[in-house]
T-cell receptor, first 116, second 111 residues
């Protein structure tokens, strides 16, 4: 079965440094999500793309986080500068299209970020 | 405020027993509700979806119920196995094709 690809799998950085995460959704999936999951909590939506357009970034801390999906395929999430509280799992997910009869999300394995 | 609540304490059960996990929500009227399984260090994996006009949905040893009056979903695993040990996440559609998640319940099945 096709998978959502994410890299890197793990990232350790020092605070104030810049970090970037990459996601390649399942081929043909128009909708892409970035979630952040702090240990012991559920995934929290950061940003939602429909093709190359941002649909919802209301929970994205825009002073330090940015996300893009320039060609409507793969996506990059960036944090600059990283803070200690950013340590979390960053998950990418995709669905075929909004309103799909089976709106299950396909998740990648995530990037585990540790900020020291 | 809008909330999704799941049992915060871990659930420990004996192999062969039925595990029942609860998901309660407030201030939403979701068209459907989903359950996902998450293993440590991995992304969630979809298990079941139940729509607002469905009372119950089954898949192999899994059963989900959805009570829109109580604003509650119950997730059952029958004949549980140690391999079922994981965190189970409840999720619902919050409008605008946005899926939001509860904090999850950790299940431990002892052999």
């Amino acid at each position: 079965e096709a998978e959502v690809a994410q890299s890197p799998r793990y990232k350790i950085t020092e605070k104030s440094q810049a970090v970037a995460f990459w996601c390649d959704p399942i081929s043909g999936h128009a909708t892409l999500y970035w979630y952040r999951q702090i240990l012991g909590q559920g995934p929290e939506l950061l940003v939602q793309f429909q093709d190359e357009s941002v649909v919802d970034d209301s929970q994205l801390p825009k002073d330090r986080f940015s996300a893009e999906r320039l060609k409507g395929v793969d996506s990059t999430l960036k944090i600059q500068p990283a803070e200690l509280g950013d340590s979390a799992m960053y998950l990418c997910a995709s669905i075929n299209k909004p309103g799909d009869t089976l709106e299950k999300l396909f998740f990648g394995s995530g990037t585990q970020l540790s900020v020291l | 405020s809008q909330k999704i609540e799941q049992n915060s304490e871990a659930l420990n059960i004996q192999e062969g027993k039925t595990a029942t996990l609860t998901c309660n929500y407030t201030n939403y009227s979701p068209a459907y509700l989903q359950w996902y399984r998450q293993d440590p260090g991995r992304g969630p994996v979809f298990l079941l979806l139940i729509r607002e006009n469905e009372k119950e949905k089954r898949k192999e040893r899994l059963k989900v119920t959805f009570d829109t009056t109580l604003k509650q979903s119950l997730f059952h695993i029958t004949a549980s196995q140690p391999a079922d040990s994981a965190t189970y996440l409840c999720a619902l559609q919050a409008g605008g094709f946005k899926t939001i998640f509860g904090a999850g319940t950790r299940l431990f099945v002892k052999a």
